[in-house]
Nanobody, 122 residues
């Protein structure tokens, strides 16, 4: 079974930084794109950043210039470096990835992590 596990969340003051990490584990054949989403209380889950298997990236306008997504294909990890954090960044952050499991390697399946809380105080 494939699973994604996030880590690195916590409490930080406005202007500070956090680095989130997500590791994919299990019987993985390959990983295509990887993503970071976030969801604040009472709000819709939104895409924060995306990275392709080749390293191309996209960011939400609200985080562009402050957040950086990266990946290590050898370790099956994706990170989100968050700088200049704002209270508006407070949310549960979720790792997401398109993965081909070894049990069904002809197609990509989409997986979610359990989420990690990021709280930015003013």
């Amino acid at each position: 079974q494939v699973q994604l596990v996030e880590s690195g969340g916590g409490l930080v003051q406005a202007g500070g930084s956090l680095r989130l990490s997500c590791v994919a584990s299990g019987r993985i054949f390959s990983i295509n794109s990887m993503y970071w989403y976030r969801q604040a209380p009472g709000k819709q889950r939104e895409l924060v950043a995306a990275i392709t298997s080749g390293g191309s990236t996209n960011y939400a306008d609200s985080v562009k210039g402050r957040f950086t997504i990266s990946r290590d294909n050898a370790k099956n990890t994706v990170d989100l470096q968050m700088n200049s954090l704002k209270p508006e960044d407070t949310a549960v952050y979720y790792c997401n990835a398109d993965i081909r499991p070894t049990t069904y390697h002809l197609s990509y399946l989409n997986y979610w992590g359990q989420g990690t809380q990021v709280t930015v105080s003013s």
